[in-house]
């Protein structure tokens, strides 16, 4: 079983709609949590990092949420444009014995349609 | 600006050859790091280096080798490719840890092994 699971795992929107990607996680204890967008053939770009104090944070047309005591997180765009078409990873970040780990999602893909 | 950047960007090799995979990275960043991302997994973490001299193994390291040459260029060893090492492979910095610091990727390197 994922320490980071995503869903839905793959979605299709049409274009000007909004959409909510989730992210569930069971790692502990929580250092922060992160999401990144990946283009098909690219490497992943950081949108969003919150830390435990902090329940939400926007980075334009995406806003990201975490409620830390459910360990939830969910990543909402809005008015999708067609290059929002990507993959959608969800990270977080644990620390154990001074050293923090990174453990990633398996990503929700988003397709936005004309 | 360009980031971080990995060669070649497509690889094809046959069962038992070897290869190697290179990264440099212009941002001055401390630690360096190589992630393996397959189909319906999150990335894994191959080795990293968390400052130049130093390097360790991640969560999946068997078949691997890696150097850190300076502080900018972090390579990728496969001293005998085997099919199970088929994969999409991202070259990563980051300023500190990368639990507690946005991840920069490369633009990945596609490897067949047949």
């Known amino acids: 079983k994922n320490q980071v699971e995503q869903s839905p795992q793959s979605l299709i929107i049409l274009e000007g709609k909004n959409c909510t990607l989730q992210?569930?996680?069971?790692?502990?204890?929580?250092?922060?949590l992160r999401w990144y967008k990946q283009d098909t053939g690219r490497g992943p770009v950081s949108l969003t990092i919150m830390t435990f104090s902090e329940n939400t944070k926007s980075n334009g047309r995406y806003t990201a949420t975490l409620d830390a005591d459910t360990k939830q997180s969910s990543l909402h765009i809005t008015a999708s444009q067609l290059s929002d078409s990507a993959s959608y990873i969800c990270v977080v970040s644990v620390s154990s014995g001074g050293y923090q780990k990174v453990t990633f999602g398996t990503g929700t893909k988003l397709q936005v349609i004309p | 600006n360009a980031g971080v950047t990995q060669t070649p960007k497509f690889q094809v090799l046959k069962t038992g050859q070897s290869m190697t995979l290179q990264c440099a990275q212009d941002?001055?960043?401390?630690?360096m790091y190589w992630y393996r991302q397959d189909p319906g997994m999150g990335l894994r973490l191959i080795y990293y280096s968390a400052s130049e001299g130093t390097t360790d193994k991640g969560e999946v390291p068997n078949g691997y080798n890696v150097s850190r040459l300076n502080k900018r260029e972090f390579s990728l060893r496969l001293e005998s490719a085997a099919p199970s090492q088929t994969s999409v492979y991202f070259c990563?910095?980051?300023?500190?840890?990368?639990?507690?610091?946005?991840?920069?990727f490369g633009e990945g390197s596609w490897l067949t092994v047949v």
């Open positions: 990563a910095s980051s300023p500190g840890q990368a639990g507690g610091n946005t991840i920069y």
């Open positions: 992210c569930n996680y069971t790692v502990s204890p929580f250092s922060n």
């Open positions: 941002m001055n960043h401390n630690s």
